[in-house]
């Protein structure tokens, strides 16, 4: 069974800092593309960040490039997102998720390349 856990969102005012981690099991982690997500009241869900199967290309939607940093760590079979210069228009709902087929190619930036989700964690950005 795969699993997706999520940690490290909370309150933030603009212009402050933010890591958000995301634990995965039941997967053979290295071998996965992983992706950031996030969804705003009354809004879609909407792509921020991913970072190939090894780890070494980063990608990053134009709304957050500059200020976000994706990272994996292969041994710790986990992702993060390093937050900063957040803004009020970065609050929402932030999801994890893992690619649906190994050793995946191209830019997982749809999220219907991903099969599995974590249950999302909180972001909110006080102006």
């Known amino acids: 069974q795969v699993q997706l856990v999520e940690s490290g969102g909370g309150l933030v005012q603009a212009g402050g800092s933010l890591r958000l981690s995301c634990a995965a099991s039941?997967?053979?982690?290295?071998?996965?593309?992983m992706g950031w997500f996030r969804q705003a009241p009354g809004k879609e869900r909407e792509f921020v960040a991913t970072?190939?199967?090894?780890?070494?290309?980063?990608y990053y939607a134009d709304s957050v490039k500059g200020r976000f940093t994706i990272s994996k760590d292969n041994a710790k079979n986990t992702v993060y997102l390093q937050m900063n210069s957040l803004k009020p228009e970065d609050t929402a709902v932030y999801y994890c998720?893992?690619?649906?087929?190994?050793?995946?190619?191209?830019?997982?930036?749809?999220?219907?390349?991903?099969?599995?989700w974590g249950q999302g964690t909180q972001v909110t950005v006080s102006s």
């Open positions: 998720a893992i690619d649906r087929t190994a050793y995946g190619i191209g830019v997982g930036t749809s999220p219907l390349r991903y099969d599995y």
């Open positions: 039941g997967r053979t982690f290295r071998r996965y593309t």
């Open positions: 970072i190939n199967w090894s780890g070494d290309r980063p």
